[in-house]
């Protein structure tokens, strides 16, 4: 609970950003998609970390998403010793022996569960600011 919590703040204080930057509603959300698309992309949702091209990887390190689900798997699979595989023709053919195979299959460490939140965090006071700026800006141009 505590990982989707920071993975919230987070999400709704880049939300604050985009609407403190931005005149109207439309603009705001003419800005999200484009700025939320890459970071999903790059998250490991749609594209697995371990796979990405050298030149594309450091993408990844810029999207709180990729954070949040990188926390998510370690803390669903790290304490699973053994995962029974079926080998008959309903399974997909992938058979992990136990969670850290899965993990690692992700291109995800283990050891992300300390250092993931943490960063979520730094990224969420740093939306902050920078809506406190956006906020700032607009008001001196009134």
């Excluded at 999903?40 to 993408?59: A, D, K, R, T």
């Excluded at 669903?76 to 992990?96: H, T």
Aim: proline fraction near 4%; glycine fraction near 8%.
């Amino acid at each position: 609970m505590a990982i989707m919590v920071v993975l919230t703040l987070c999400t709704c204080t880049f939300g604050y950003f985009i609407s403190a930057i931005n005149k109207t509603m439309m603009g705001a959300l003419a800005m999200f998609t484009p700025m939320v698309m890459p970071m999903m992309l790059f998250g490991g949702l749609f594209l697995n970390s371990g796979n990405m091209p050298g030149w594309l990887s450091w993408i990844q390190y810029l999207s709180f998403i990729h954070y949040g689900y990188e926390s998510l798997v370690v803390n669903q699979w790290k304490d699973i010793d053994y995962i029974p595989c079926l080998n008959n023709s309903e399974s997909s053919g992938q058979c992990y022996a136990n969670g850290l195979a899965v993990i690692e299959d992700n291109g995800f460490k283990e050891s992300a569960l300390l250092y993931d939140p943490i960063i979520m965090l730094v990224m969420t006071a740093v939306f902050l600011f920078m809506t406190y700026i956006g906020l700032v800006i607009k008001t001196k141009q009134k």
